[in-house]
């Protein structure tokens, strides 16, 4: 038997803001053991920054992802998904080249130009961005419930095109889908920079009349959407509401404000990141 005794320096001790964390993932009183953080807190920090790692290296699953979208009623006037690609080659050029990743490359538009003929409304499109694990945990769910959403008005009913993914897809790449495809409007779902506590993280961006080379400061944004941030019922009460108006108004962005009355979220939620651009 050890006849090592615990004594300061192998001792956990607790922090005083220990209880705060039942309110947020961020790492707060975390305790000590002597000057270090204990193992445990050690080896969760690891974990999270290897999920964080993972998040952006591992590929988007694109079959995978037409076979979840495949599985919804809803969804099925919209499928076949489109397979596109950006003009990144594969991901080191897309994190070493993010011009190459707003761009569709040629092949591509090329593949949407028989279904151009037709002017849509809105068209949907999911990119893998910076974390493939949101587009795969989140997008069918966020997009079932966006498009059950618009369905309930009938007599608002939009010509939705077909439903597009981006392999090696950045924000502005939705532009290009947007102007290929004739459409009035994009909703681009996209995996945003992973962190600590958020490796699937997804964002919404709303973008009026897009086309290659436009602003940034014309999209409206909506952040975080997951089940741990903005959950999926008040990210689509949002972008219903935005998306609404910009048809009323025939813009999005700085001018394009979110003033809808967010009776969908919990008391819990009030506190999550919701950003307008």
Same mark, same amino acid.
């Given at each position: 038997?050890?006849?090592?005794?615990?004594?300061?320096? =192998? &001792?956990?001790?607790?922090?005083?803001?220990?209880?705060?964390?039942?309110?947020?993932?961020?790492? *707060?009183? @975390?305790?000590?053991?002597?000057? !270090?953080?204990?193992?445990?807190?050690?080896?969760?920090?690891?974990?999270?920054?290897?999920?964080?790692?993972?998040?952006?290296?591992?590929? @988007?699953?694109?079959?995978?992802?037409?076979?979840?979208?495949?599985?919804? $009623? &809803?969804?099925?006037?919209? /499928?076949?998904?489109?397979?596109?690609?950006?003009?990144?080659?594969?991901?080191?050029?897309?994190?070493?080249?993010?011009? /190459?990743?707003?761009?569709?490359?040629?092949?591509?538009?090329?593949?949407?130009?028989?279904?151009?003929?037709?002017?849509?409304?809105? #068209?949907?499109?999911?990119?893998?961005? @910076?974390?493939?694990?949101? *587009?795969?945990?989140?997008?069918?769910?966020?997009?079932?419930?966006? *498009?059950?959403?618009?369905? $309930?008005?009938? %007599?608002?009913?939009? %010509? &939705?095109?077909? &439903? +597009?993914? #981006?392999?090696?897809?950045?924000?502005?790449?939705?532009?290009?889908? +947007? $102007?290929?495809?004739?459409?009035?409007?994009?909703?681009?779902?996209?995996?945003?920079?992973?962190?600590?506590?958020?490796?699937?993280?997804?964002?919404?961006? @709303? =973008?009026? %009349?897009?086309?290659?080379?436009?602003?940034?400061?014309?999209?409206? +944004?909506?952040? %975080?959407?997951?089940?741990?941030?903005?959950?999926?019922?008040?990210?689509?009460?949002?972008?219903?509401?935005? /998306? =609404?108006? !910009?048809?009323?108004?025939?813009?999005?962005?700085?001018?394009?404000?979110?003033?809808?009355?967010?009776?969908?979220?919990? =008391?819990?939620?009030?506190?999550?990141?919701?950003?307008? #651009?």
């Amino acid at each position: 038997m050890s006849d090592i005794k615990p004594n300061d320096s =192998t &001792i956990v001790h607790k922090d005083p803001w220990e209880k705060l964390r039942q309110f947020t993932d961020a790492r *707060i009183g @975390l305790g000590r053991v002597g000057t !270090s953080l204990p193992t445990s807190e050690l080896l969760r920090f690891q974990l999270s920054h290897a999920q964080a790692i993972d998040a952006v290296h591992v590929p @988007l699953d694109v079959d995978k992802l037409c076979e979840q979208f495949a599985e919804s $009623e &809803i969804l099925k006037p919209y /499928l076949p998904i489109q397979k596109l690609h950006s003009k990144a080659r594969d991901r080191m050029e897309y994190l070493q080249r993010p011009d /190459l990743g707003r761009q569709l490359d040629e092949q591509s538009i090329s593949s949407l130009q028989p279904a151009a003929g037709e002017r849509y409304d809105l #068209v949907f499109v999911l990119a893998d961005g @910076l974390s493939s694990y949101a *587009i795969s945990h989140h997008a069918k769910h966020f997009v079932e419930l966006f *498009i059950s959403r618009l369905n $309930e008005e009938p %007599n608002k009913k939009l %010509n &939705i095109a077909p &439903i +597009c993914v #981006v392999q090696q897809g950045r924000v502005a790449v939705g532009d290009d889908v +947007c $102007e290929a495809l004739n459409a009035k409007q994009v909703v681009l779902l996209i995996g945003e920079r992973p962190g600590l506590s958020s490796p699937d993280s997804m964002g919404m961006y @709303l =973008t009026w %009349n897009a086309k290659r080379g436009i602003e940034d400061s014309l999209r409206n +944004c909506i952040s %975080n959407i997951r089940p741990e941030g903005l959950k999926y019922q008040a990210a689509v009460h949002k972008g219903h509401y935005l /998306l =609404t108006e !910009s048809h009323r108004l025939e813009l999005t962005g700085v001018n394009l404000k979110d003033r809808s009355e967010d009776s969908l979220l919990d =008391t819990d939620d009030t506190q999550q990141f919701c950003l307008t #651009v």
